[in-house]
């Protein structure tokens, strides 16, 4: 892989990371700020989400109308994404159209105009968007075992944020929190396509050079403290489907443990695809759980996964059973074989094997310039662009044994959080 | 530095083969990265399923992969999973889908497999029953879709009397009702290679591809295959029709709100999709986003939506809102529509739009996959070789008139067709 990269730290403290791609006519921008989720406290929650809508909601220059209609206007794509631990914007656009998407950037990083009724209109958009997801019950499970499974750290609440935070906040509040964060200090930005990298620099600088540092973010420290024992918890609502969700603590992106873990979840559920762009992953139905659930007929369903994070979240396992089985019969059917994991090696060609599959991920995803982007920025918010270059060997030197230990240390009842949904209409099957 | 691949695809480096039996093969070159597409489709769509047997096309679609001749189940998806592979088959409405990719030294699986299960299924019974267990959660979970349901309903309404009303995923009743004999009959009747585009994108020579192909497809026959199913046209609806479809403890109820529209090939097509993409795709959803949320901030989603096929198209407007505001969501949108298709669009509008779709056209085309789905429409809908080439032209010379006449013909609220779901 030609991974040839220019990094670059303005003076006001914005990191600039470049890439060249001259396979298509294309350029994609992205923009990272430090903030998400992560960074609310009760009573702001959501607040990282909503900002992220407001950015859309114009500045002096681009007021809102005239925003999404020039990106949209010279054949861009733009969008928005808020997670716990990072927001981020992007455009891809025709490469000689691109200045537009560098100017606009540069403008709402410090100009957008929070007006009130903007806020108001918003509040709704938002509420909407939180009630989308309360139709649909894994959310309401998942949202319940991820308070759960953090009392202290604010991984505790959804990045949409709590019902009550969304009725509450107020304009100040918002604004606050893109003043705090919005800082070129805080932000890094990335190009990947078919650009110059001098010029573009060069035209990075005239733009953004100008802004004014702001003051480092305060950030909470609250980690959370070891479990001092597994949790159990139903949530209930209508429907005939139980979904149970099994969740241990999974550590952060930079953990060297990260990646034996990587192999582990590939091996018991299917190669995570990390791709944000680049089309599907791979199927998972030589999995060991594929195999011992569905094919053992326990389960209908079964899927599993971890967050690249900057503190320890979680590795979540959701199941559906089948109509004759209940919570805890296909609990136990999990538990042998996280049991396996746990007693037994698993062979050297399982490993390889989730080497390859990763391997093929990463090559699919270079078919596109905006997920090449993403990667350079993606990996500077959880670690460093290194993590991600180095991300298949790290992976390649993983061994059984350290599998096995991995799956020792973090896959351990009395770390769990369970969590079962239980539908009112149907027969509840956790009795 | 690569090549740069910035050409689009034309008549004269797109690889077109017909063979003997009936085999359309389309082939283009990639060579940016190391990775290869291979989908297309073929016989053996929903237009098929007998009415108390709903669901049988989708359910043999999803059975070939469940074991064959040559591998079992295990066999099958250890042999693609252990490369990094995907592949797989999906029911359609007018035919089977199928799609995967590798890295480009695994093509040749991708290409046995592909074969070995539209040739030699055995359909096992352990795996007819698997699946039907998981057809009956996926209703279950349907019933609970507020946009699943909403949906359902529309089309229900929308396509009445036609085979487009129906579900192709059928119903519990329909697919409890099918037997392992329905499946092989199925497949023996309907597959065969008459009709079967293959495509296959990707760092591979177009020779080479196509003598891959051949070699793995190239003897496949099946006189008893019958013959495709041409759907009718409709006519337009007399009045204005709505219905609610309960579902208790939501939180959002989900609305579809629309009219029958042209098919892919209508010579009105071009027109009627600029027009769709001024009303509620353009920038933040169009004129519809602009109203229903960005001013009454009364949804996350609101946009609208032409689905044009083979058969008698959709267009409509879909959105999620809160189930006290339903109504005047409706009423927002009715008003939208009643403006669009008195008024039409303004000359700033439309050529904000036609510069949209120029514009997006190379980004549309940068992954395998994106090609690949481009090359199967000018196939399917036979658009010409030079379509993405011609493909500004053809956007420039829609008129602000001809946008307004496919809004007239088309959008008419006095005859809407309403469907919600929720509490």
């Known amino acids: 892989m030609d ?34 989720s992560r960074d609310e406290v009760p009573g702001k929650t959501g607040a990282s989400h909503w900002v992220e809508h407001m950015q859309f909601k114009g500045t002096p220059q681009f007021p809102a109308n005239v925003l999404d209609k020039a990106i949209s206007r010279e054949g861009g794509i733009w969008n928005a994404f808020t997670s716990f631990d990072w927001t981020t914007y992007y455009e891809t656009m025709p490469a000689d159209k691109i200045d537009l998407a560098l100017r606009l950037e540069a403008d709402r990083m410090v100009n957008s105009i929070f007006d009130s009724e903007e806020v108001a209109s918003e509040r709704t958009v938002v509420i909407s968007e939180r009630e989308g997801s309360e139709n649909r019950p894994m959310f309401r499970l998942g949202e319940a075992v991820q308070a759960a499974a953090f009392r202290v750290h604010s991984y505790h609440h959804k990045v949409l944020g709590d019902m009550a935070d969304l009725r509450n906040m107020t304009r100040g509040d918002l604004y606050n929190h893109y003043q705090t964060y919005y800082t070129p200090n805080n932000a890094v930005m990335a190009l990947a396509g078919d650009f110059d990298t001098a010029q573009m620099l060069g035209r990075i600088e005239e733009l953004f050079g100008g802004i004014k540092r702001g003051d480092d973010p305060v950030r909470l420290q609250r980690s959370e403290p070891e479990a001092n024992g597994g949790i159990r918890l139903s949530v209930e609502g209508e429907g005939d489907t139980t979904y149970v969700q099994v969740a241990y603590r999974f550590p952060s992106a930079a953990h060297p443990d990260f990646f034996p873990l990587n192999v582990l979840d590939s091996l018991l559920a299917g190669a995570s695809n990390m791709n944000m762009f680049g089309g599907g992953g791979i199927s998972n139905k030589t999995t060991r759980l594929y195999r011992a659930l569905i094919e053992k007929e326990w389960c209908v369903s079964m899927g599993a996964g971890a967050q690249a994070t900057i503190d320890p979240f979680l590795y979540q396992i959701t199941l559906i059973p089948r109509d004759e089985h209940d919570a805890d019969a296909v609990l136990a059917a999990l538990d042998v074989e996280i049991e396996r994991v746990q007693n037994e090696l698993v062979s050297a060609a399982e490993v390889e094997r989730a080497v390859k599959q990763a391997r093929a991920l990463f090559a699919y995803g270079s078919e596109s310039i905006t997920n090449q982007a993403f990667w350079l920025g993606y990996s500077e918010m959880l670690a460093d662009y290194d993590w991600f270059l180095t991300y298949l060997d790290k992976l390649a030197a993983v061994t059984p044994a350290d599998v096995q230990r991995v799956a020792q240390q973090y896959l351990r009842p009395n770390q769990r959080v369970v969590g079962v949904y239980l539908p009112v209409n149907g027969e509840a099957k956790d009795d | 530095m690569t090549k740069q691949n910035s050409a689009l695809p034309g008549s004269d480096d797109i690889t077109r083969v017909e063979l003997k039996n009936g085999i359309t093969i389309l082939c283009r070159e990639n060579f940016s990265s190391p990775s290869v597409v291979l989908s297309g489709y073929l016989s053996g769509g929903s ?9 049988l096309a989708d359910f043999t679609a999803n059975l070939l992969m469940r074991g064959t001749q040559k591998r079992d189940f295990q066999g099958v998806f250890d042999a693609l999973e252990s490369v990094g592979a995907s592949f797989g088959f999906s029911g359609q409405t007018h035919s089977v889908g199928f799609g995967g990719r590798s890295l480009v030294e695994d093509l040749p699986l991708l290409l046995d497999v592909l074969s070995d299960s539209l040739r030699q299924p055995i359909f096992p019974d352990e795996y007819i029953e698997r699946m039907r267990a998981q057809y009956m959660t996926g209703f279950a979970l349907r019933a609970q879709d507020t946009r699943d349901m909403a949906e359902m309903v529309f089309d229900g309404m929308l396509y009445a009397g036609h085979p487009y009303s129906l579900s192709s995923d059928g119903h519990p009743e329909t697919i409890a009702a099918i037997t392992r004999d329905d499946l092989v009959a199925f497949h023996r009747e309907k597959y065969g290679p008459r009709g079967m585009v293959v495509t296959v994108v990707g760092a591979v020579d177009a020779s080479s591809a196509v003598a891959q192909i051949e070699q793995a497809l190239g003897d496949w026959q099946n006189p008893a295959q019958a013959k495709n199913i041409v759907v009718a046209d409709m006519l337009p609806l007399n009045e204005r ?116 779709y120029i514009g997006r056209l190379p980004l549309s085309l940068e992954s395998n996959q994106g090609v690949a789905s481009s090359l199967l429409n000018m196939e399917r809908h036979q658009l010409g070789w030079d379509y993405l080439r011609n493909y500004a032209d053809t956007v420039n010379a829609v008129t602000r008139d001809d946008v307004l006449t496919v809004a007239q013909k088309y959008i008419q609220p006095e005859r809407v067709t309403i469907a919600t779901a929720g509490p």
Do not use: C
Request: hydrophobic share 40%.
């Open chain 2, 47 to 55: 237009l098929f399923d007998p009415r108390e047997k709903l669901g």
């Open chain 1, 3 to 36: 991974e040839a990269i220019t990094k670059k730290t303005l003076e006001n403290g914005l990191t600039v990371f470049l890439k060249e791609i001259h396979t298509a006519p294309l350029i994609s921008s992205w923009m990272w700020y430090r903030v998400g």
């Open chain 2, 241 to 356: 029709q709505q219905r609610h479809h309960e579902i208790a403890g939501k939180s959002q109820s989900d609305l579809m709100l629309g009219f029958l529209g042209p098919k892919r090939r209508d010579d009105d097509y071009f027109a009627a999709s600029l027009g769709n993409s001024i009303l509620g795709r353009f920038g933040l959803m169009g004129r519809i986003g602009d109203v229903v949320r960005e001013k009454a901030g009364l949804a996350y989603y609101a946009r609208s939506i032409l689905s044009a096929g083979m058969g008698p198209g959709a267009w409509y407007v879909s959105a999620g809102v809160n189930p006290a505001n339903l109504e005047k969501a409706i009423e927002l949108i009715l008003q939208e529509l009643d403006n669009f298709a008195q008024n039409g669009v303004t000359e700033e509008e439309l050529a904000d739009n036609k510069a949209n």
